[in-house]
């Protein structure tokens, strides 16, 4: 599995944007997650959305402002981020697994090259 991500970019404070993930490969049953990289080591958990797109999770800090969703037709998941502030300036990275959705990053075995979001105050 191939994860490739766009979007991303410069925003002021308060502005949106939208994140995609398309996925190639092996795609089937793959559920999938959005984590960010700030100034620390670790990725934190954003959002994640089951295969079905029945079921989706978030961070306590983006309930509200984000909201994850996918078309399985064309292989692809989103991320719209809406009101953002200077603390969700993070490279993203999309990721992927085969089972259940999960929040931790160890879970997922495919991962996106990351995408860079800036936020202006």
């Known amino acids: 599995v191939a994860l490739v991500q766009s979007g991303g970019g410069v925003v002021q404070a308060g502005g949106s944007l939208r994140l995609s993930c398309v996925a190639s490969g092996r795609t089937s049953y793959l559920a999938m997650g959005w984590f960010r990289q700030g100034p620390g080591p670790e990725r934190e958990f954003v959002a994640a959305i089951n295969w079905h797109g029945l079921n989706t999770y978030y961070e306590d800090s983006v309930k509200g402002r984000f909201t994850v969703s996918r078309d399985n037709d064309v292989n692809t998941v989103w991320l719209q981020m809406n009101s953002l502030n200077t603390d969700d300036a993070a490279v993203y990275y999309c990721?992927?697994?085969?089972?259940?959705?999960?929040?931790?990053?160890?879970?997922?075995?495919?991962w996106g090259q990351g995408t860079r979001v800036t936020v202006s105050s």
């Open positions: 990721a992927a697994r085969r089972g259940p959705v999960a929040q931790e990053e160890s879970a997922y075995e495919y």
